[in-house]
């Protein structure tokens, strides 16, 4: 994945993404109706390169890869589609991938700190 984001290989995040969902699905048996009418929704939406669940996939959060220049247009799309198919109104939020976590050492090059 971070390739495909590096490069902007569209194809290949989705291909990845996909393939998270079904696996999930297939091996832990983790999805509900909702979750896949999403996937079906963001799919098709404006300016997305790829989409799957976050967290353990029991229908609360779902993720999309989207252009920065397409992300309203993904969150309209997708809002209207699914309220139209489930007659539930998701929220949409648009985020910025950042950093992972890491160690911080500031706290190792104190003298006087004490972890206790």
Do not use: W
Request: with cysteine; glycine share 18%; net charge negative.
């Amino acid at each position: 994945m971070a390739a495909g984001l590096s490069s902007g290989d569209e194809r290949g995040i989705g291909n990845l993404c996909r393939e998270s969902f079904r696996g999930a699905g297939d091996l832990y048996e983790i999805g509900a109706p909702s979750m896949h009418a999403m996937m079906d929704t963001m799919t098709i939406a404006p300016g997305v390169a790829g989409a799957c669940q976050a967290g353990a996939g029991f229908g609360g959060c779902m993720v999309a890869i989207v252009g920065r220049e397409q992300a309203q247009a993904f969150a309209d799309s997708t809002r209207s589609r699914y309220l139209a198919t489930t007659g539930i109104r998701p929220d949409v939020y648009a985020v910025r991938g950042a950093g992972g976590a890491g160690v911080i050492n500031q706290f190792a090059k104190e003298e006087n700190y004490d972890a206790g």
